[in-house]
């Protein structure tokens, strides 16, 4: 229920008992054995050991790659040998389609990726996946750890992680994007415009979330407030949330950018999905940014 409700900030409990799951049955339909402990080995390509008891020992000058790489490393793409197909993307599944559930990519030694959620194509073409919120403090700060390309933002308390990400630049928010498509072996990027609307309006001509954060109507307070949990508001049909008020979101639009939605410190009337100005792509206290993820 917790899950359900966006709840359980980085889905690691529900992956972490998955992992733990013994097999059930042997090949045979015997009870199988529960599995020794052991140190976990990567799984890249076997290789066909040599004929000698010496098979641990490494010939001199051999770079041997340690089974837990470190967190740091700027190649995740060595977390698998193979590309991901579609029958083995977690988001590529037709219940998905428009209902609000949610998938995520696995990124290794470093975690999962964003919440996604996978939307109807554009014009009757193939589904996509946006992420559910806009991409918070916490998902960037993972980015940060993992290759030191940025500081990480201290958000003051835990809760504070699932604040929308802000005040970076367009070129540090296409970085982080790119090391999520190295990391998962799929394509993120910023939508377009109109994929960005498209998903927005969710089929029904949805505008506005009605507990949206933004300035209240009749409100004399012009200064607005702050961003609020990316988890925290009402979800248009197809589960986005957000996508009215908190932070304005970038989107790509021909060779320039477009900002939308609006944000905290925008007035009820132009908090709309509907509402987008062209944007220099600075880093700036009000704008973020979610992703977009194609499918296989």
Request: a positive charge; glycine letters at 10%; hydrophobic letters at 30%.
């Amino acid at each position: 229920e917790l899950k359900q409700h966006g709840r359980l900030p980085q889905g690691s409990l529900s992956s972490l008992l998955d992992s733990l799951k013994p097999s059930t049955t042997s090949a045979t339909g015997a009870p199988a054995a529960p599995p020794a402990p052991t140190t976990p080995v990567a799984t890249t390509t076997p290789v066909q050991a040599p004929a000698t008891a010496a098979v641990n020992k490494p010939a001199s000058g051999t770079a041997v790659q340690p089974a837990n790489p470190v967190a740091g490393t700027t190649t995740p793409a060595a977390a698998s040998n193979t590309s991901p197909t579609a029958a083995s993307d977690p988001c590529a599944r037709p219940a998905l389609v428009g209902k609000g559930r949610v998938c995520f990519d696995t990124l290794g030694t470093n975690g999962r990726g964003p919440l996604l959620v996978v939307v109807p194509g554009l014009g009757g073409g193939r589904p996509y996946a946006l992420s559910r919120t806009e991409v918070t403090i916490g998902d960037f700060n993972r980015y940060c750890r993992a290759t030191h390309a940025c500081s990480e933002t201290s958000p003051g308390d835990r809760d504070a992680a699932s604040l929308p990400i802000s005040n970076i630049s367009l070129a540090q928010a296409k970085a982080y994007a790119q090391w999520l498509s190295s990391a998962s072996g799929y394509t993120y990027r910023l939508p377009t415009d109109a994929e960005w609307v498209h998903a927005a309006h969710a089929g029904r001509h949805w505008k506005q979330a009605q507990d949206s954060n933004c300035i209240p109507p009749g409100s004399d307070d012009s200064s607005g407030g702050g961003p609020i949990s990316a988890l925290g508001r009402e979800a248009n049909p197809w589960g986005l949330v957000n996508m009215s008020g908190n932070v304005w979101e970038w989107t790509t639009s021909g060779g320039g950018v477009m900002a939308r939605g609006g944000s905290y410190n925008s007035y009820w009337s132009d908090c709309s999905v509907d509402t987008s100005r062209s944007d220099s792509g600075s880093a700036q206290k009000d704008v973020g940014f979610r992703l977009l993820r194609e499918l296989k």
